[in-house]
């Protein structure tokens, strides 16, 4: 490893967890959940999936995963203009879809452990958090996401619920994250659903899915600081799941228009 690269250097935009990198890899806090989505992430690789980092073990004093480091950038916020455009929205439908089918046949086992619980219908392995800042952009548009502790077993429109939420964006009037007008809003939902491949009942289903996540959301929030996690306790203090839940609200009072708008 060149000498430039024998130092851990600190990574920007970790809302939860501390991530470094060293050379080519990136070192993350483990969890309870590591070993089952460092499995998922093998199974990623043997099914020839490109959009997600290898799992290369852990340190030698077992507190942290080793993973590739998955070069381009990272969709933080303030976010680029490329990220909120058409072309990428339709390329994290069509990278979201191709992660789903690469791990639908996932071997589950008794053992396995998840960070959020599974939904039924489990039809695929979602993400859980498959946003802009888990997404790595080339070129400006989505190649690869990263940050896999939040997988679990659930629905493909569990999944592609909360992806719209962030990259339509799906927000409120206000919201600090960016908004649109509701027609608009509608009309690259539209596109995404399309870009997935959603079925017409899963489109019927997708605006009122979303409010679900959401509520999900901020219920997962409540109970990890209510179990003592300092970075969820301060999501809290910040006012995280107020944005959420308006937002939700946001949602619900469009569902309507926004699921005629899928059925086109």
């Given at each position: 490893?060149?000498?430039?690269?024998?130092?851990?250097?600190?990574?920007?935009?970790?809302?939860?967890?501390?991530?470094?990198?060293?050379?080519?890899?990136?070192?993350?806090?483990?969890?309870?959940?590591?070993?089952?989505?460092?499995?998922?992430?093998?199974?990623?690789?043997?099914?020839?999936?490109?959009?997600?980092?290898?799992?290369?073990?852990?340190?030698?004093?077992?507190?942290?995963?080793?993973?590739?480091?998955?070069?381009?950038?990272?969709?933080?916020?303030?976010?680029?203009?490329?990220?909120?455009?058409?072309?990428?929205?339709?390329?994290?439908?069509?990278?979201?879809?191709?992660?789903?089918?690469?791990?639908?046949?996932?071997?589950?086992?008794?053992?396995?452990?998840?960070?959020?619980?599974?939904?039924?219908?489990?039809?695929?392995?979602?993400?859980?958090?498959?946003?802009?800042?888990?997404?790595?952009?080339?070129?400006?548009?989505?190649?690869?996401?990263?940050?896999?502790?939040?997988?679990h077993p659930g629905p493909r429109v569990w999944d592609v619920a909360y992806t719209a939420y962030r990259f339509v964006p799906l927000h409120a009037p206000g919201s600090d994250e960016g908004t649109l007008p509701p027609a608009e809003q509608g009309r690259r939902l539209r596109l995404l659903a399309e870009a997935y491949g959603l079925t017409a009942d899963e489109r019927a289903a997708l605006a009122h899915t979303v409010v679900d996540r959401l509520h999900a959301l901020v219920d997962f929030m409540t109970e990890r600081a209510a179990a003592g996690d300092p970075a969820f306790a301060r999501h809290l203090a910040d006012g995280h799941h107020r944005l959420y839940l308006a937002d939700a609200e946001y949602t619900a009072a469009h569902a309507v228009d926004w699921t005629a708008e899928l059925g086109k």
């Open positions: 490893m060149p000498a430039e690269n024998d130092q851990e250097v600190l990574l920007t935009g970790g809302g939860v967890n501390r991530v470094t990198r060293l050379g080519d890899t990136v070192r993350r806090p483990v969890g309870p959940w590591t070993p089952t989505v460092h499995r998922l992430l093998d199974h990623l690789a043997a099914r020839g999936f490109a959009g997600a980092p290898r799992a290369h073990g852990l340190t030698e004093d077992g507190t942290r995963e080793v993973l590739d480091f998955v070069p381009g950038e990272v969709g933080h916020y303030p976010l680029p203009p490329y990220a909120r455009s058409d072309d990428s929205l339709r390329t994290v439908g069509r990278l979201l879809r191709a992660l789903h089918d690469a791990d639908a046949d996932f071997p589950r086992r008794p053992e396995d452990v998840w960070l959020l619980p599974p939904r039924e219908p489990a039809e695929v392995i979602c993400h859980g958090d498959a946003a802009t800042y888990n997404c790595v952009f080339r070129d400006g548009l989505p190649a690869a996401f990263i940050d896999f502790d939040t997988a």
